[in-house]
């Protein structure tokens, strides 16, 4: 399997344009999460799905951000204005089923908003 | 909400001594999970505890879950540069929720 796949790996864009961030989970894999991570505040989660329906999107800072994941093997987080405080690396994960606890890390986004 | 902190922050040691690091939650934990992140690398699945008290080994690394199942820790015993990452511990409170939250994480330095 080719493990979580994410794209861009790196995004330099500018202040008040849109950044679309995409995931491909783990095939068959019923639950995808996304994180960012910044030196500052760590590890955080900012929404998860599980079979394609967001069930805790309270991580997502405010109405900027938004996240889909319109079939089960694609998500999209988009930063619509984005801002320099944005910039962070994003982590998609996925697991495989509810009683299974393990999260598999995809790459990661490395967002740089200047 | 939940917190879970991670002690300490950095630790550099020199090939071949112990490394230990510590993780506290402000809420009783149903498990706890570690993950090791390399450098420019994303967080890797280590291991995860469930039982109180538990103990689990792999190879050098020991991992150790509280009675109380508020605290955790790892032990990594003679490093070696492999051991080069930053290591995280993530609690779970409830059976039900799929929320892990993370520790700050403590990176390792791994002088030769």
């Known amino acids: 399997d080719a493990g979580v796949i994410q794209s861009p790996r790196h995004e330099v864009t500018e202040m008040g344009q849109e950044v679309t961030l995409r995931c491909k989970p783990i095939s068959g894999h019923d639950y995808l999460f996304w994180y960012r991570q910044t030196m500052m505040r760590g590890l955080e989660l900012l929404i998860y799905?599980?079979?394609?329906?967001?069930?805790?999107d309270s991580g997502m800072p405010e109405d900027r951000f938004s996240a889909k994941m319109p079939n089960a093997s694609f998500s999209t987080l988009k930063i619509q204005p984005s801002e320099p405080r944005d910039s962070a690396v994003y982590f998609c994960?996925?697991?495989?089923?509810?009683?299974?606890?393990?999260?598999?890390f995809g790459p990661g986004t490395r967002l740089t908003v200047l | 909400g939940q917190q879970v902190m991670q002690i300490p922050q950095y630790q550099h040691v020199q090939e071949g001594e112990d490394f230990t690091t510590y993780c506290n939650s402000s809420t009783t934990l149903s498990n706890i999970q570690w993950y090791k992140q390399r450098p420019g690398g994303h967080p890797v699945f280590l291991i995860q505890l469930v039982k109180s008290g538990e103990v689990k080994k792999q190879k050098r690394l020991t991992f150790q879950f509280g009675e109380a199942k508020k605290n955790s820790s790892l032990h990594i015993t003679a490093t070696q540069t492999t051991d080069v990452g930053t290591y995280f511990c993530a609690g779970r409170t409830g059976a039900g929720s799929y929320q892990l939250t993370f520790g700050k994480g403590t990176k390792l330095s791994v002088i030769p």
């Open positions: 994960a996925s697991s495989p089923w509810a009683i299974t606890d393990t999260q598999y």
């Open positions: 799905f599980n079979n394609n329906v967001p069930i805790d």
